[in-house]
């Protein structure tokens, strides 16, 4: 698959996880620094959307502790929550 390809569909699982609070962390998270990944960064993207839900939500907002495989810059980035922005 092309790069442009992946990104969309990277892009539409991102936006469509099945809460809205997944929706706006995983969305919101790709579509502020998908353009400065390279392929090891989408490859980490591409398993985490793998994970559940309520995991990554946890991990994210520090309630659970986030398994080691998942410890990495990209992780840390996610745990600011700056990027998330919610439309009124």
Same mark, same amino acid.
């Given at each position: 698959m092309n790069r442009e390809d992946r990104l969309k569909r990277?892009?539409?699982? &991102?936006?469509?996880?099945g809460t809205r609070e997944a929706d706006y962390m995983m969305g919101?998270?790709?579509?502020?620094?998908? &353009?400065?990944?390279?392929?090891?960064s989408l490859?980490?993207?591409e398993a985490l959307?793998?994970?559940?839900?309520?995991?990554?939500?946890?991990?994210? @907002?520090?309630s659970i502790p986030v +398994?080691?495989?998942?410890?990495? +810059? @990209? @992780?840390?980035r996610m745990q600011r929550i700056d990027y998330v922005e919610i439309p009124q």
């Open positions: 990277l892009r539409f699982r &991102a936006w469509h996880r919101c998270f790709f579509d502020r620094f998908h &353009a400065g990944w390279d392929e090891a490859d980490w993207y959307l793998n994970q559940e839900d309520a995991d990554i939500l946890g991990w994210v @907002m520090g +398994p080691t495989e998942w410890r990495d +810059p @990209m @992780m840390e």
